[in-house]
């Protein structure tokens, strides 16, 4: 497992690493330990790399907010690549630099109806935080957030980093089923349910957009790395923009 | 030019090898629980490719084809039969138009069969895959298992005008020799890598996994195991935050009972990884049943993978010989 500290000047200048085999067709290259933006930008560019780089037998680049998973797979004459042999290509080429702050993404503008009955969790969140729910929401509105993963369901992304305010915990008890498109927070993130899901986040806004369509190109609305932002609108704005889709 | 659904069956969906290249949008890969079965399937039915097939859970379905059709099937012995004639594993077998697939004739001896046809199922890929994933309703068949009355077309039925009986003969001359990598011996340990946070785990925990046994729980699908067992613990327990998963991945919520992720499992996990288990055995592992007791043996990854390679290998080679097969059915 090799530590690295790199010394590129196209990478942050603390950027370390380490690679760890999961099983014998994946492995995952760590940047750390804990939520950080710089952290979840670093595992975005680096993703964003690995993917470009088109490496023989990788099927899977899957970034979240501290690691970036590669999955792979032997070839047709069982020839690599092996843990060895991919784990060293990888780490020639993130020690090549990688591109800081190179997420790759796209600007996204994500409409959301804040409180009432899209966002029933807004007040408790508010209470929470100790301020007031239009305060909430500026928080959650400025400055942009990033996309730093998608998982648990298709389209699910985890978006963040937010103001040390909005660290509240889940939720004690989920909810069994939360509605597509609603807009719920915990832990400095933001997490946007694509589909009717149980989720123990709190709710304080939904989005009339569809998140997640198998039959669109690309299916998921946001991807790792874009840049979000939140724009408040009415429940009347809500009911359009949804029935516009429909 | 299709096969008609007389009877579902417990749960018969359409999966090939997975969805590949979507997991960074939370799309899980799917795909057959036994994937080895799922490719001698369709090697058999003469494909060349590996398009989807119908992955049939326990109690199968009765199915009739509306055209003439080559079609083999691989995996657990789920007692089919051809209008009430038993019928062999691993074989390239004729249909003729209205001839019924059925299952059932004899006990079950493993969990999930795969019938493949030749040319495959005419059925509209999804993110570049034929896989249907279950939980979110897209891929395979109209995203779903089969229903009674579904009508699913075949994308290349034999040319009518063919003799069945020559042309069954004629396959059934062709020797199909199978690699002993293909098989699936049932092996007395399910190899396993240590998980990410092994080393986190206590030494109890790891003996735990290592030598005692663990029974697979009924609250078992294709997104997970459950192993009921001595609970497994970290040394101290921290909140993790979600990072990939894989099929395989052992991985332990604060209860303390394991769950191995199964081909449905979501792209990421949030719970702390003990074990991974080993590619070449999965399989074995989709053919255990609920009930069913397992113990675990720890591998080296070198040798996992040449394992993993070696299987590979014996798929290209069973692919070589089968070319007079291939022929035959052109």
Known sequence: MPLNVNSDPLSPAETRWRILPQGDRCL???????????????????????????LPGVTDVVPSFVAVAVHYRPGGQGEGPTYASLSEHIQALLAGGIPAGDAGGREVDIPVCYGGEHGPDLAEVAR???????????????????????????????????????????????????????????NRQTVIYPNRLPGGWNIIGATPLVMFDPAREPAALLQPGDTVRFVPISPDEFDRIRGSQA | MSMTVIKPGMLSSFQDRGREGYQHQGIPAAGAMDERAHRLANALAGNEGDPATLEITLTGPTLRFDAP???????????????????????????????????????AAGVRAYLAVHGGFALTPV??????????????????????????????????????????????????YLPAALGNKQREFVRFLPGVHWPEFSQSSRRAFSESDFRISPQSDRMGYRLLGRPLAMNQPRQMLSEAACFGTVQVPSGGEAIILMADRQTTGGYPKIAQIATVDLPALAQSAPGQTLRF?????????????ERERAFAQLHGALEPLRALLA
């Open chain 2, 69 to 107: 059709a080559c079609f083999a099937l691989a995996g657990a012995d789920l007692g089919a039969t051809l209008n009430g004639q038993d019928i062999p594993l691993l074989r390239p077998l004729i249909a003729r138009t209205g001839d019924v697939l059925a299952f059932g004739a004899r006990p």
């Open chain 2, 297 to 309: 043996q720890r591998i080296e990854l070198e040798e996992a993978q040449r394992l993993d390679g």
């Open chain 2, 127 to 176: 993110m570049g895959s034929e896989t249907t994933y279950l939980r979110s309703g897209f891929g395979g068949f109209e995203g779903r298992a089969l229903a009674k009355g579904d009508v699913v077309p075949l994308r290349r039925p034999l040319a009518p005008e063919r003799d069945a009986a020559d042309l069954q003969k004629a396959l059934s001359n062709v020797r199909v």
């Open chain 1, 128 to 186: 929470a935080a100790r301020i007031s729910p239009d305060a909430v929401i500026q928080l959650h509105t400025e400055p942009p957030s990033m996309v730093f993963m998608l998982g648990f369901a298709p389209g699910h992304a985890y978006l963040g980093v937010h103001d040390e305010k909005l660290n509240i915990p889940r939720r004690p008890s989920p909810r069994t089923a939360v509605p597509p498109g609603a807009v719920a927070i915990a």
């Open chain 1, 28 to 54: 995952i290259i760590s940047f750390g330990e804990h939520i950080d933006a710089a952290i979840g930008r670093t595992c975005l560019a680096a993703a964003r790399m690995l993917r470009d780089a088109q």
